[in-house]
């Protein structure tokens, strides 16, 4: 009698052994699937990254595009600086030219107002 307490006492045993082997099978199986899940994670961590270089280097390149953009305007800023130089000259010219020929104007109205006295 007393040995088949015992060997009941010893099924008990094996039968939880049994249920905490079924655990340890259970967590197994979660462990397999947060492995999968950070083997996505880490897939999408690095499509992140990929998206994230080629932004960047989209924006050196349009960081280029627009340096250059600035020098053209510079260049361009100093030849209108030069073209409006050029016009204020022809404009100076222009109006010792006006006053070069007020004077010859006056010249030849003296000369007529002399002709004129004269006839």
Known sequence: ???????????????????VMELLKEELLVMEL???ELFVMELFVMELLKDELLVMELLKEELFVMELLKEELLKE????????????LVMELLKEELAVMELLMMELLKEELVVMELL
């Open 34 to 36: 947060l492995k999968d």
């Open 77 to 88: 800023e100093l030849l209108n600086e030069e073209l409006l130089k050029e016009e204020l």
């Open 1 to 19: 009698m007393e040995l088949l307490k015992e060997e009941l006492l010893v099924m008990e045993l094996l039968k939880d052994e049994l249920f």
